[in-house]
């Protein structure tokens, strides 16, 4: 764990909600991620996942830096973090904390400009929760809100959060998943994305290229993707 990341882990407070997603509380990301502690306090917490198009509909995705503490090197979408115990980021009409919180940090990791990523862009599609454990230390147990946005932005990625970005149509996401089954050329995907992709990403998709994104939004479901 670099200085970044034990500084992340220890200072950041995470929003803990039960699994209707009503805030009951909050705790520092080590004690969210620490496999022992989440299980014994039956720890959940709230997370956002980011899928950023560009103009041609293609999938802005994010390999996790060599350094993070959970799940480093494997490829995922956009952006994937937690909003925080802040006033901000605790905003529940229309979603805005968690949307702020996505702006924060698409700057954060990919040094996407607040101009580039405003908040009243990002839709709210939907909820899942899920839980994915990183190894026999760590593990993610999140309720995930779900954020479409399309733009072209400007990318600056952030080193110690990232180690490679790509675009990809839906042949060449299909084509990286099928190396990551296969164990070719050290692909790993995350499994939060993974869920994501094989129960609800395709289907979006195809809404977001007709524009028909509004129709797909459902935030009155939680989806109960644990494996």
Known sequence: MDDMQRRLMFEDE???????????????KYNCSMLGHLLEKNLLHRAFSVFLFNSNYELLLQQRS????????????TCCSHPLYHESELIQENDLGVRNAAQRKLLDELGIPAEDAPVDQFTPVGRMIYMAPS??????????????IVRDVKLQPNPDEVADVRY?????????IQKADAGEEGVKISPWFRLI????????????????????VDMETIHNLKE
């Open 197 to 216: 992709v094989d129960n609800l990403l395709m289907g979006w998709w195809d809404h977001v290229e007709k524009g028909t994104l509004s129709e797909a």
């Open 135 to 148: 190894d026999g230390k760590w593990s993610e147990h999140e309720l995930t809100h779900m954020l479409f």
């Open 168 to 176: 990809v149509n839906r042949e060449q996401l299909k084509e990286l």
């Open 66 to 77: 060599a350094t993070k503490v959970t799940f480093p090197l494997v490829w995922s979408n």
């Open 14 to 28: 995470c929003i803990l909600v039960d699994e209707q997603d009503n805030v009951v509380g909050h705790e520092s």
